[in-house]
């Protein structure tokens, strides 16, 4: 849902605003930090240097920014749209069975850039139908897309489960996962890339899927700001009365927006499944769907805020992990909810700073000149 922007120059609404919200966020972070007799310049520097200290560090950091590069566009195309795709994580799911299926049919006898092509497409299609029912639902029978959505995360998640135990489970192997993909199915480090600038990703599970976002995130700005249906879900998003009314077919751009939306989120699947474990597993998506919600609106749902704010969220989850690591006072949970602030101001809150902004910085009317006075 396109949010009213008020009279705020686009640096202040796009740089200022944003900035604002995450140094509250640590602020009263580092108020948490010291209420539990820890330092919070000590805790930056931990963070920051384990995120941002290594070329490991950065590869992390990286791994954990294509994710919500993924997730974030999809959020993003569906506000765009005015819908408030909250279904990421089950379309995450889906799309790692996408994933699942392309690599075991095909890993022992293609090269992995032929099945990343089929995997890719898999992953955009499964999570393209997961999103289907819940668009069909909005733009046939008014559901709200919010309930649906959420439910059916948990519908993903226990056939996700379902399907682990008891249908591709790998035989004689205890635990609910797929056998292990052969190279053919496995997506490349980029480790090469990391090397030109002299660094090297260690043991991170930075890999091609990072630049397949890039390339998403390329596409999703063409699709939105250099298309004619892209300018159709924009004024949807605006006004649907009036979209309805300038002949924009209504069912139509809510079923095509969330299906790229869906779509958007299933491909997430490709950076964890095929570029870090090799093998489908529960729970794989951790939480990136909804992360995706604060990453979008952070970005303003443009694809360069998002690659932006993507980063920021692969800072707090690297950082983080380093940093409950070198100090025990502050165990995971306390990271968890350093991560909760930010989402809050940067998501829930993120307006909460427009009002005294637009006071600040409102343009002054423009006098009219002295000719137009006697005109009348």
């Not at 950065?58 to 919500?68: E, M, V």
């Not at 249906?229 to 209504?250: D, L, S």
Request: no cysteine; glycine share 12%.
């Amino acid at each position: 849902m396109s949010a009213p922007l008020g009279t705020l120059p686009r640096w202040v609404n796009f740089g200022l605003l944003p900035l604002l919200n995450v140094l509250v966020a640590f602020a009263i972070s580092g108020l948490v930090v010291l209420f539990i007799g820890e330092s919070p310049v000590e805790a930056v520097q931990y963070m920051l240097s384990g995120a941002l200290g290594s070329g490991e560090g950065i590869a992390f950091t990286l791994y954990y920014a294509t994710n919500f590069i993924f997730t974030g566009l999809a959020v993003a195309v569906a506000f765009h749209g005015g819908l408030f795709n909250i279904g990421g994580e089950g379309q995450v799911y889906l799309g790692g069975l996408g994933v699942a299926m392309a690599a075991l049919a095909l890993d022992r006898y293609m090269p992995w850039y032929v099945t990343a092509v089929v995997a890719t497409a898999a992953a955009f299609a499964f999570g393209a139908l997961w999103a289907l029912i819940p668009a069909w639902l909005q733009a046939k029978r008014g559901s709200h897309i919010v309930i649906t959505t959420i439910m059916f995360n948990f519908i993903a998640a226990a056939l996700m489960v379902y399907l682990l135990v008891n249908v591709i489970k790998q035989p004689g192997n205890m635990s609910p996962q797929t056998r292990l993909f052969e190279p053919g199915g496995q997506l490349p480090k980029l480790g090469w890339l990391m090397q030109w600038f002299g660094l090297d990703i260690g043991a991170a599970p930075f890999n091609v899927a990072f630049l397949i976002a890039l390339v998403a995130a390329f596409v999703v700005w063409v699709l939105i700001w250099r298309t004619r249906f892209g300018y159709e879900i924009r004024t949807m998003g605006t006004n649907p009365t009036a979209a309805v009314y300038a002949g924009i077919p209504y069912v139509k751009t809510v079923v095509l927006t969330m299906i790229i939306s869906g779509g958007l989120a299933g491909m997430m699947a490709l950076n964890p499944v095929m570029g870090d474990m090799g093998k489908l597993q529960v729970e794989f998506p951790a939480g990136a769907g909804f992360v995706g919600i604060a990453v979008a609106l952070m970005g303003r749902s443009h694809p360069v805020g998002i690659i932006i704010a993507a980063i920021l969220f692969g800072v707090l989850y690297q950082g983080g992990a380093e940093l409950s690591f070198w100090v025990p006072n502050i165990t995971r949970e306390m990271i968890i909810l350093i991560q909760g602030l930010v989402i809050l101001f940067a998501g829930a809150l993120e307006h909460m700073f427009r009002p005294p902004l637009i006071a600040l910085f409102a343009a002054k009317p423009k006098s009219r000149p002295a000719s137009a006075g006697g005109a009348a």
